[in-house]
Structure formats: structure tokens, C-alpha cells
């Protein structure tokens, strides 16, 4: 929040009277509503991420298959293995 009426209260001892705790509820109504949003935003930035790391795993995966044919080991005359 910019700049709270309660600001110099915050973190105190303070006790608010009846009207403030009406005050503060309202003044809270907007942060809350724009906290809810930045969550769902990032839980579906999370899900976006959470795909896209799967995505890669399975890529490097199949990288790593395909290099694996291709290793010099591989290529060694049979005679020489055993």
C-alpha cells in the first residue's frame, strides 16, 4: 500500500478503536483482491515453468539416448573388446 493512515501505527502496540478496525478493513479490501491476483498469476506461471521443464527433461533425455549410440565405445572392433 502507498501511503496508509495507519502507517505510524504499524508494528506498535496500538489498538485500533471501533471505526478504525472498520477503517482498516476497508482499507484492505483492494491489497487483498491485488494479492489473490499476483498469486493466481504466478501459480499459472508455476504450472507454464512445471510444463516447460518436463518438456526439456524429455528432450535431454532423448539427447542423451541418441549420444549414447554414438560414443566411441560403441565404435570399437568387437575384437578389441573381448
Partial sequence: ?????????????YCPTDQ?????KAL?????????N???DIAEL???????MEERDSVVADVEAHR???SPTRRLPLDIIQ
Fill in 1 to 13: 500500500m502507498a501511503s496508509s493512515p495507519f502507517a505510524a501505527t504499524l508494528r506498535t502496540n
Fill in 20 to 24: 478504525e478496525v472498520l477503517d482498516i
Fill in 28 to 36: 484492505l479490501i483492494e491489497p487483498t483482491l491485488r494479492v489473490q
Fill in 38 to 40: 499476483l498469486d493466481d
Fill in 46 to 52: 508455476q504450472r507454464s515453468l512445471n510444463k516447460l
Fill in 68 to 70: 549414447a549410440l554414438i
